[in-house]
C-alpha cells in the first residue's frame, strides 16, 4: 500500500471520526435541551415536597423557590461551601425563613436539614435531607426510618420557640435540655438538635437582613 493512499484513507477516517463526534455532541445537546426543563421541574417538584412537609401551604403566598437568598461559608450553619435561604411571605410580609443546614457532628458524618423558623421565632419543622447514621439505631432522626410513624422523633421541635423555651434549653434531656432521644443513639439527636438551635438563632438574628435582601443576591 503506497503512502499516499494510507494518508488518503487516514484523512478519511479522521473525517468520519469528527462527523460522528459533531453527531454525537449535537445529539446530547439537543437530549440535554430538551429534557432540561421536565429535570428542573421534577427537581422543584421535590424540593416542594419536601418543604411541605415543614411550612403549610397556607402560610405563604409568594412563589416560594424564586425568592432566597444565597449564602457564602456560613459557620452558624454548618454550611462549609455555602447554602441557600428561602423566604416565604404572606402578603408580602415576612411568614418564615427556610434554612439549609448542617449538622457536622452525627454518629457517621454529616446530617444534612431544611429547617423552617416563622417570623416570630418558632419551629415550623424540621427534616432529615440527607444521613449516615447507623441504620436500626441513629436513623431514627429520619421520619421515615422512625418506627413512631404517629409521633416521630423529630416532630418534637414544631412549635419550639424561644419566647416559651430559651435556646440554651434547646439540647437533648442527657445534656440539660427539653428534648428526648432513644437510649443508646443519643449522639445522632444531639447533633440534629444542636443544629436546630443554631438555625433558630441565625434566623432570629439576621431575619431583618435576610428578608430585606434582592432576590438571588449572595449574602
Request: glycine content about 8%; charged content about 20%; cysteine-free.
Amino acid at each position: 500500500m503506497s503512502e499516499t493512499t494510507i494518508i488518503g484513507l487516514s484523512t478519511r477516517t479522521a473525517v468520519v471520526m469528527t462527523f460522528f463526534t459533531a453527531a454525537f455532541t449535537a445529539v446530547m445537546a439537543f437530549t440535554y435541551q430538551a429534557t432540561q426543563h421536565e429535570i428542573e421541574a421534577s427537581a422543584n417538584e421535590e424540593k416542594m415536597k419536601l418543604i411541605g412537609e415543614v411550612l403549610p401551604g397556607d402560610t405563604y403566598d409568594n412563589t416560594l423557590l424564586d425568592d432566597f437568598v444565597q449564602l457564602g461559608p456560613t459557620r452558624e450553619l454548618g454550611l462549609d461551601r455555602g447554602g441557600k435561604v428561602y423566604r416565604a411571605r404572606k402578603a408580602g410580609a415576612p411568614a418564615a425563613l427556610l434554612l439549609e443546614a448542617t449538622a457536622p457532628d452525627g454518629y457517621s458524618g454529616n446530617i444534612e436539614l431544611i429547617i423552617a423558623i416563622k417570623s416570630d421565632g418558632s419551629v415550623s419543622g424540621v427534616r432529615v435531607v440527607a444521613h449516615r447514621e447507623t441504620p436500626g439505631l441513629g436513623d431514627y432522626i429520619d421520619p421515615k426510618k422512625d418506627k413512631d410513624k404517629k409521633s416521630p422523633w423529630i416532630s418534637q421541635f414544631t412549635g419550639l420557640a424561644p419566647a416559651t423555651l430559651p435556646l440554651d434549653q434547646w439540647k437533648v434531656k442527657k445534656d440539660g435540655g427539653q428534648i428526648v432521644s432513644h437510649t443508646g443513639a443519643t449522639i445522632s439527636a444531639r447533633a440534629v438538635t444542636n443544629a436546630v438551635a443554631r438555625a433558630a438563632r441565625y434566623a432570629t438574628t439576621n431575619h431583618d437582613r435576610l428578608f430585606a435582601a434582592a432576590s438571588g443576591a449572595p449574602l
